[in-house]
């Protein structure tokens, strides 16, 4: 938000201005509950959505924010997957706790790559990230007593949300259980990012070199942001398992950390809602065109992909953005946004 | 006579065979407003450099008000207020000026480690930064993004985020560069008129500004310090007037 009339606001007067819930906002999340009445067919792939959404989200926290590039994030998402899958395949199949104990494994195994990750920048990173993945896909792969190794995880049986609720066919427990935790992480990283370790995250995207001559620690802040992006992804894992009561080799492939970060640049990084909005045009988008054609859906996706790069640089998002702040739709809305009125 | 608020000893750098800092002694009084000058490739930056940590000497010691600092990293020594601007802008480019200084004060106070507040929940730490702003005439800019700041703005930009460290020696790397010469004199005004606590060291080349703003001088040529003195006694030493002064262009 740049206005020149901003200026005459107070300091606080106007930082409370840009973080205050805006009603755009509000329509946004009510309308996610649309799905239930219009397209009630559709639940199950709208709960795909929420969880993709929630992945994309922890992938914004380190490459939106802080700037860390990442290739491997779908070690997090599968690590917590099979957490969840072997917990429940061992007798404990109660979704909240098992969400909980797939968000501390893959936090913790994130807490640990962290000491790697907050060392390097740029090309490094992406290959230290891509390497990472492959690592786990492989022992995944042939650690087949525990996880099934390719022919997947048997026997995963979720028992129902809060002991009332079973997992049904029809995927109207898993959007809501879906939706409802994407909804409650949103608010945790939107806190986030409005603090002042957020801004501290936007200051070592903007420029490493001078955190350091501010005397910043951005190396413990880059640990702390990979952790807690670690733990979300992993929770996002846990709730394809439990609302699928399977998992394959495929929650850990090179494809889902590529797609995850189609999803975001789609959806415009470092806005907190790119993530959201990317996985419901790509996972929408994979559906209808899957229908059409199952085997060349992609065609359509690098189409969009490669128009969203070269004329959107910050994504569908930040292409809504830019003409929100352009002057004319300043001038247009200035009387409906009171503390940017001239005196 | 009381400890120097920042000296250094004995301090040597080569790169291969070029030798860009040899046998630095340095002692700067606190509150002094020292003006580093000397040709281009003298060793000026580099020195700024060794003395922040930037670069590892290969041999000598830095000390910050007595405490020895040569094995520090760089943001260590800012933490105890040995502190540095650069020559070439290096900003927030997507961050306005109020949440860039204000992101260096959360820095200082180590509340940048808290994710669960709200940045507006540190009005002080809002307020200081805003303060810092003000005294460098950057309030009424302070929402707009660094990158659409005119250069000047972008330049005291620089020194706020330096103050905003609470630093006890300030270390201006040709503060002024690429500034229009009226605003410039605003910039070392500011400078100038920095609180005594505050121990400055600038590099400069226009020797208007450093003969009307420093206090002492300092001349280094081929990463030497060739002499060091009032602004009287070097504008009288003919070893400077020979390579620096006397020759036909300043810099």
């Known amino acids: 938000m740049t206005s020149t009339d901003g200026a005459l606001a107070g300091p606080q007067q106007y930082l409370r201005a840009q973080q205050r819930w805006r009603a755009i906002e509000i329509v946004f999340w009510l309308s996610l509950l649309l799905p239930f009445v219009v397209t009630p067919n559709y639940l199950v792939l709208a709960s795909q959505v929420a969880i993709t959404a929630l992945f994309a989200l922890s992938l914004d926290l380190i490459l939106g924010y802080a700037g860390i590039v990442s290739l491997g994030h779908a070690a997090f998402f599968g690590f917590g997957a099979y957490t969840a899958g072997i917990l429940s395949k061992h007798g404990w199949g109660e979704p909240l706790t098992g969400l909980l104990i797939s968000g501390f494994a893959a936090g913790l195994l994130g807490y640990l790559m962290s000491f ?205 953005a830019q003409i929100v702040e352009s002057e004319r739709w300043q001038r247009w809305t200035a009387n409906l946004t009171p503390w940017r009125k001239k005196p | 006579m009381s400890t120097p608020a920042l000296s250094t000893r004995g301090l040597n750098k080569n ?144 020194i706020a985020l330096a103050l905003a460290t609470r630093p006890k020696v300030l270390l201006l790397d040709e503060p002024a560069a690429g500034v229009p010469r009226d605003e410039s004199a605003e910039l070392f005004a500011a400078v100038t008129n920095l609180s005594q606590d505050i121990t400055v060291l600038f590099i400069e080349h226009d020797m208007d500004f450093v003969f009307r703003f420093a206090s002492r001088i300092i001349v280094m040529v081929g990463g030497r310090i060739l002499v060091e003195g009032t602004p009287d006694e070097i504008s009288a030493d003919p070893r400077v007037r020979e390579v620096y002064l006397g020759s036909a262009h300043h810099g």
């Open chain 1, 116 to 320: 790697i990750i907050a060392r390097f920048r740029h090309l490094a990173l992406i290959m230290i990230t891509l390497g990472f993945g492959f690592l786990l896909l492989e022992l995944a792969n042939s650690l087949g007593w525990l996880t099934g190794g390719a022919d997947g995880l048997q026997g995963v049986k979720t028992w129902p949300l809060l002991g009332m609720f079973k997992f049904d066919l029809w995927g109207v427990t898993s959007y809501w259980y879906s939706l409802i935790v994407l909804f409650i992480l949103f608010l945790v990283c939107r806190r986030l990012i409005n603090s002042p370790f957020g801004l501290s995250l936007r200051g070592i995207r903007e420029n490493a070199v001078r955190m350091r001559a501010v005397g910043a620690e951005s190396r413990a802040h880059l640990q702390k942001i990979y952790t807690i992006s670690a733990a979300i992804a992993g929770i996002a894992g846990a709730l394809l398992t439990q609302t699928t009561d399977t998992v394959s080799l495929g929650v850990l492939n090179f494809e889902r950390s590529a797609d995850v970060l189609v999803i975001l640049i789609l959806g415009g990084a470092g806005r907190l809602y790119g993530g959201i909005i990317g996985a419901i045009i790509f996972l929408v988008a994979r559906d209808q065109f899957s229908g059409i054609n199952p085997q060349y859906w992609y065609f359509p996706i690098g189409v969009l992909l490669v128009v969203v790069v070269l004329f959107l640089p910050n994504g569908i998002l930040g292409g809504l």
């Open chain 2, 15 to 158: 790169f291969g065979s070029l030798v860009v800092a040899s046998d630095i002694e340095i002692e700067l009084p606190q509150g002094v407003r020292y003006a580093l000058i000397g040709p281009n490739g003298a060793g000026k930056t580099t020195l700024i450099n060794l003395m922040t940590g930037m670069l590892k000497p290969d041999g000598g010691q830095i000390q910050l008000g007595g405490e020895e600092i040569t094995a520090l990293g760089p943001e260590a020594r800012v933490r105890r207020g040995l502190v540095r601007t650069f020559q070439i802008n290096s900003l927030f480019p997507h961050l306005n000026p109020l949440e860039a200084v204000t992101l260096a004060v959360c820095e200082r106070q180590e509340v940048s480690r808290t994710w669960w507040k709200p940045i507006t929940a540190y009005s002080a730490e809002v307020d200081e930064a805003y303060g810092i702003l003000k005294t460098l005439m950057l309030a009424q800019v302070c929402y707009r993004q660094t990158r659409e700041l005119a250069y000047g703005q972008q330049r005291l930009l620089e």
